[in-house]
């Protein structure tokens, strides 16, 4: 389980805290107000990201998954990835492109391997992982 993702713009050197949203099938945020007021998974992963742009793969993120997989009954219903600040200067910022921009050719996309019915793994990715963007993730 990795989030592949897309940066197009840099400034400064950002460290996140990578979460789920702890929440069955959540809405998008639609404020910062809303986006800081969201229940978070206890387990998260740390993600310092490169002084690049382009497209990047997230460490491992199998303990936020199964958190939520273990909450929830997830079918065909909405899964948030949540970036928090782990230490960045406040100049700090990087520029995601989000699961709507342009056709969906530099949205995120989580990837995910499983073990279905049977023993037989299976792959998986979402390309409708929503993103919601701030110059600095508080």
Known sequence: ????????????????????????????????????????????????????TGWFTSPEMKTIIQELVDSYTIDNEALQVVWRNNGSSNSASYYFRAYDYSGNVSGPKLHIEYTAAGGAVAQGLGPHLASYRRRRAA
């Open 1 to 52: 389980q990795t989030l592949i993702y897309y940066i197009s713009g840099v400034s400064g050197d950002f460290n996140a805290l990578i979460y789920g949203n702890d929440a069955d099938n959540p809405a998008a945020p639609t404020s910062a107000a809303t986006f800081d007021a969201l229940a978070l998974t206890t387990a998260s992963i740390a993600l310092n990201f490169p002084g690049a």
